[in-house]
């Protein structure tokens, strides 16, 4: 399949999931992971209606950055909305911080303050990325934290937190991520509570599980093989 049949496959499993969960399609943002992929790829789901694309490295991000630089909006698409989605290092903030529309995986205050301060005036949109499967090798706070974190990054000026993450542990059956996803949206609602402000994103479920993602409140899918193919 090319790049075009996939993006228009994917597009109508995210509203065939949102008919199932009585939601319009219009409330969930398909974030084509482009990683690893060459900027003419991202060149032919923009063709395809695609706007928004995840980057997981802050130097191959500023690199399409540049290459992609010529992809006006057209008549059909708006611009290109770029959503950082990997674990940032500090001193990598600076390619990052007010280039992208949102990024997904902030997990500390310090790091807030990093994006703040290189966003060049400009409010930082992110979100706090949270590890309910308690898995080591990856990044986030816990759910026991989340409050204390999420209130202090709600106070740093320069940045506007924005809602969740989460990334389940790797799973054959999409349905081992509903404990995941429905726990994050539990959290999400108990944060705004204790907040006492809105925080309107979630953004969870991959390829092989984001019609569960949907069913459990999903607004941000990311979905990478399923639009671009496999990564060589």
Known sequence: MTIAERWGAACARVAAACERAGRPAGEVTIVAVSKTHPAGA??????????????????????????LATAAPTPSRGAIRWHFIGRLQRNKARLVAGRVALVHAVD?????????????GVVQPILLAVNLGGEATKGGVTADTALATAGALAGV?????????????????????????????????????????????LSMGMSHDFEVAIACGATHVRIGTAIFGSRG
Do not use: C, I, W
């Open 157 to 201: 000026a320069g940045v506007s937190l924005e809602g969740l993450m989460t990334m389940p542990p790797p799973a054959e059956d999409p349905e081992a991520s509903r404990p995941h996803f429905a726990g994050l949206r539990a959290l999400r609602d108990r944060l705004q509570d204790e907040l006492g402000r809105a925080l309107p994103v």
């Open 108 to 120: 500390t205050v310090d790091l807030a303050e990093e994006l703040a301060r290189r966003a060049g």
């Open 42 to 67: 991202v060149r032919e789901a923009l063709a395809a209606g695609a706007t928004d694309f995840g980057e997981n490295y802050a130097q191959e991000l500023a690199g399409k950055l540049t290459e």
